[in-house]
Each structure stands twice: as structure tokens, then as C-alpha cells.
């Protein structure tokens, strides 16, 4: 079993920058594939990016390449989600996920034009 928790979400301005982190607890962590996923309102949740292990892999949703970066800390549990250059179109509740199966219970992200 494994317990995520995000946080980081916040009120930013177009072009603003956000760094969210998602904490997992239980001794496995290192051996999971990590992901982020967001979820617009009235809209399917939808992949974000993705991080294998190890951290030496890597994906992203066409509509973040290149202005977002996963990464994580296997020392302390955690991966990360850099955001920048924010658009109000990145608004959304975002989660986090180990291996696909388990699930935070996301953090809001909210852009103003």
C-alpha cells in the first residue's frame, strides 16, 4: 500500500511558475513508475507526465513538453512537477500516481490570464 500527497498547488499568473511535489510513504516508493495527471472541470482526467524508477525515463503530454519537468527523489520519497510558462488552459486539479494504482487526492492549480 501506498499513500501519495500533493501539494504545491496555488493561484498564478499566465507565464508564472508552480512546483508541485507529491510525498509517498511506505519503503517501495523507489521501485514504482510515478505519474501526474490533471483533471479540468467538466473534463476527463488526462496524462501529464510520467517518470520511470530510476528517474532515467521520462514522458510528457504533447501539451506540456517543454515546459514541464518530473522528477523525483528516491532518498526522500517524493517526485516533483515542475511547471512553467503556466497558461489558464493548464488549470486543473492535479494527482499524482504510483505504478497507475494509487492516487492522491490532488492539488488545485489555478491560471489567470
Known amino acids: 500500500q501506498v499513500q501519495l500527497v500533493e501539494s504545491g498547488g496555488g493561484l498564478v499568473q499566465a507565464g508564472g511558475s508552480l512546483r508541485l511535489s507529491c510525498a509517498a510513504s511506505?519503503?517501495?516508493?523507489?521501485?514504482?513508475?510515478m505519474g501526474w495527471f490533471r483533471q479540468a472541470p467538466g473534463k476527463e482526467r488526462e496524462f501529464v507526465a510520467a517518470?520511470?524508477?530510476?528517474?532515467?525515463?521520462?514522458y510528457y503530454a504533447d501539451s506540456v513538453k517543454g515546459r514541464f519537468t518530473i522528477s523525483r527523489d528516491n532518498a526522500k520519497n517524493t517526485v516533483y512537477l515542475q511547471m512553467n510558462s503556466l497558461k489558464p488552459e493548464d488549470t486543473a486539479v492535479y494527482y499524482c500516481?504510483?505504478?497507475?494504482?494509487?492516487w492522491g487526492q490532488g492539488t488545485q492549480v489555478t491560471v489567470s490570464s
Open positions: 500516481a504510483a505504478n497507475y494504482t494509487y
Open positions: 511506505g519503503r517501495t516508493f523507489s521501485s514504482y513508475a
Open positions: 517518470i520511470s524508477w530510476s528517474g532515467g525515463s521520462t
